[in-house]
């Protein structure tokens, strides 16, 4: 079994500030972890993905991510927020040599950018 | 490539009313999926597909039936519509590593 927890369903901060979203994640198996992001009245798009290679992972608009396996933690940082990175954001769990490679997600944190 | 398309993109039922909802995919994916995502609630698996002609229970599969008789489309039907139903359905799809791509979504509203 393997569940995702994100802690703050709702996260200010001023723009240029740093942005910190986070995740936990409990899996019995090695994970793979992801980061989504959805802008209002859309669907969900890929930030950035850990797959087992280097534990600190870039992706797209500036954001990274680090794995931390002792911690179970997978949080998500952006040096300075821009007001374009208000959004909802889902970090998502699946394991390795699940058949069904299906993904489990957290509830959301939603970022707000206050200028 | 359209990516994933997903039709209609709103809909309004009445309770008991039955409908179906299309994904479709142009990427060669073998698996698909269908969510539904409530406020508050993230994005809850109801089915998927690993294969043209395969469908599997997700996380919350009661009310809905699938079917992929296609490669390149799953299909999400309501067969009596229930106000608890309302929800943004989205479709997603993989090949069999890697991330999965999501559609725009259908907002549906039973009444």
């Known amino acids: 079994a393997q569940s995702v927890t994100q802690l703050g369903s709702h996260v200010s901060v001023s723009e240029g500030a740093l942005v910190l979203l986070r995740c936990n994640y409990s899996?019995?198996?090695?994970?793979?972890l992801f980061w989504y992001v959805q802008y209002p009245n859309q669907g969900l798009q890929l930030l950035l993905k850990?797959?087992?290679?280097?534990?600190l992972v870039k992706g797209i608009n500036g954001f990274e991510a680090e794995f931390k396996k002792s911690e179970t933690s997978f949080h998500l940082t952006k040096p300075s927020a821009h007001m374009s990175d208000a959004a909802e954001y889902f970090c998502?769990?699946?394991?390795?040599?699940?058949?069904?490679?299906?993904?489990?997600f957290g509830k959301g944190t939603k970022l707000s950018v206050i200028p | 490539n359209a990516g994933v398309t997903q039709t209609p993109k709103f809909r309004v039922l009445k309770t008991g009313q039955s409908m179906t909802l299309l994904c479709a995919q142009d990427?060669?994916?073998?698996?698909m999926y269908w969510y539904r995502q409530d406020p508050g609630m993230g994005l809850r698996l109801i089915h998927y597909?690993?294969?043209?002609?395969?469908?599997a229970k997700g996380e919350v599969p009661d009310g809905y039936n699938v079917s992929r008789l296609k490669k390149q489309n799953f299909l999400l039907g309501l067969e009596s519509a229930a106000p608890s139903q309302t929800s943004v359905y989205f479709c997603?799809?993989?090949?069999?590593?890697?991330?999965?791509?999501f559609g725009p979504g259908t907002r549906l509203t039973v009444l």
């Open positions: 899996s019995s198996v090695p994970p793979y």
């Open positions: 998502a769990v699946t394991s390795k040599g699940a058949g069904s490679y299906q993904l489990t």
């Open positions: 597909s690993v294969g043209e002609g395969t469908t």
């Open positions: 990427m060669n994916h073998e698996y």
């Open positions: 997603a799809s993989k090949l069999s590593a890697g991330e999965q791509f």
């Open positions: 850990y797959t087992s290679a280097a534990t």
